[in-house]
């Protein structure tokens, strides 16, 4: 494998840790999660003023003192696997934040960015909103203390996951539609997925699996 660091992202409900964990142990590779506690979290489903700036700051600098950590133990040296691209925080921020909060984010994210280790290949998960809804609703359904995402906010978030990443040309691109295929990864669709990885080169791929 020519990569040694692989990003996955997408919206939730595509099952990107899932992701992470196979393909990491199909490529005897190291997972690296999304720390996903945030106690703004509960305020900003509740909608509390302010609420939205404070929940973006704590998953800016969780993610970034992660991020480090791992640089500084050179954990990067073998092939890893990360459920999450630190650029994300730029998609839920101009979603989330008013023009002062974003003035301010952007500031501090500029800082902390020039810390992060870019990753060698990205596979965005991509789903069309109607199912990214039906997705989310199964999951609330099944996971009682998931929160709670709107019809409205879904759509906002999936369309600025998408306008993010069509303009995205700082890596190999790996766009995984995922419309008629079963998220829980198995054994075959990990391997197609492997082979898809290991064809990668310059710039952007479209791979629809079946």
Not at 13 to 18: F, I, N
Not at 122 to 140: A, F, G, N
Not at 142 to 154: F, G, K, R
């Amino acid at each position: 494998m020519d990569f040694r660091y692989i990003a996955i992202e997408g919206p939730a409900g595509l099952g990107k840790s899932v992701l992470a964990d196979r393909l990491a142990a199909r490529l005897d590779g190291a997972t690296v999660l999304d720390e996903t506690e945030n106690p703004f979290l509960p305020d900003f489903h509740g909608q509390r003023p302010g609420a939205a700036f404070q929940a973006q700051l704590f998953f800016t600098l969780s993610r970034h003192r992660q991020q480090t950590a791992l640089r500084q133990s050179d954990l990067f040296s073998q092939l890893t696997v990360c459920d999450y691209l630190f650029e994300r925080d730029k998609i839920y921020a101009y979603l989330n934040l008013d023009d002062n909060e974003l003035f301010i984010y952007q500031r501090l994210y500029e800082l902390l960015a020039q810390d992060i280790p870019a990753p060698d290949l990205v596979v965005y998960l991509q789903s069309p909103t109607d199912l990214l809804r039906k997705r989310l609703h199964e999951r609330e359904r099944a996971v009682p203390d998931s929160p709670h995402l709107d019809d409205e906010y879904v759509q906002e978030l999936n369309e600025a996951y998408n306008h993010f990443f069509f303009h995205y040309t700082a890596t190999p691109l790996l766009v995984v539609e995922t419309s008629h295929f079963d998220l829980s990864w198995g054994d075959e669709a990990t391997a197609d997925l492997e082979r898809q990885l290991r064809s990668m080169g310059k710039g952007t791929r479209y791979y629809v699996p079946r």
